[in-house]
């Protein structure tokens, strides 16, 4: 017993020590993925605001690839004006949070939800600092 324990924890502080051996530029790529997954799944989870699904819809009565422009510059204005809305709602600035999104956004999962998303992309822009500010240090070195 004592044995499997002090393996398991050799493994443990090795998987640790692993994890910390990441660059920057690896741990800021795993953030970057990280961000986006979760943008994503809070933007199902809203599954969009009624405007834009309406338009959606009446776009896909016009014909030929119009129809598919509109939808598209629907859907995409839609996700913009519900991502300012999510950092407002998180703390990243003070705005407003209006239409579907203030429905959405008034329940408090999905208030940290956006307060989380916020705090990750601080974290995102430090590292992404700090990447920068080795590259420079690198470019200095080989001069």
Partial sequence: MKRALSTGFILLAGGLLLAGCRTPRQRLADMRVDLQEREERLY???GGSGTARAAAEAAGKVPGGLGEALATGARETDRKVFWLACRS???AFNGPVVGDAETFLAAPENRKACADIVRLEQDV?????EVQRQDAEAQQQKK
């Fill in 125 to 129: 822009r430090l590292l992404e600092a």
């Fill in 44 to 46: 199902a989870r809203y």
């Fill in 89 to 91: 709602a998180g703390g």
